[in-house]
Nanobody, 119 residues
């Protein structure tokens, strides 16, 4: 079982930056793929970024590529999402998720943290 807790959301002006953190419990954190998703009001949840267990490979949605960076610290059981050049359309609830490398669907989800970007 893995429990995930996000933090770092808030209100920021367009062009600003935020860093989200996701703390995970469980001894198997380092073996899991970690991902970030977001859901804006009235929209479906969308994939933002993911990082494999070793941190060597990362994947991004086109909408955030070049602006967001995902990273992980396995010693701290934490994954981060550095968000730069934020836009009003980045406003959403951001969720951390994890899955075993052998599965394609994410098994565990955090409660979400709100990010609001004002114009």
């Amino acid at each position: 079982q893995v429990q995930l807790v996000e933090s770092g959301g808030g209100l920021v002006q367009a062009g600003g930056s935020l860093r989200l953190s996701c703390s995970a419990s469980g001894r198997t954190f380092s073996t899991y793929v970690m991902g970030w998703f977001r859901q804006a009001p009235g929209k479906e949840r969308e994939f933002i970024a993911s990082i494999i267990k070793s941190g060597g490979s990362t994947y991004y949605a086109d909408s955030v590529k070049g602006r967001f960076t995902i990273s992980r610290d396995n010693a701290k059981n934490t994954v981060y999402l550095q968000m730069n050049s934020l836009k009003p359309e980045d406003t959403a609830v951001y969720y951390c998720a994890s899955r075993p490398v052998t599965r394609s669907e994410y098994s565990y989800w955090g409660q979400g943290t709100q990010v609001t970007v004002s114009s």
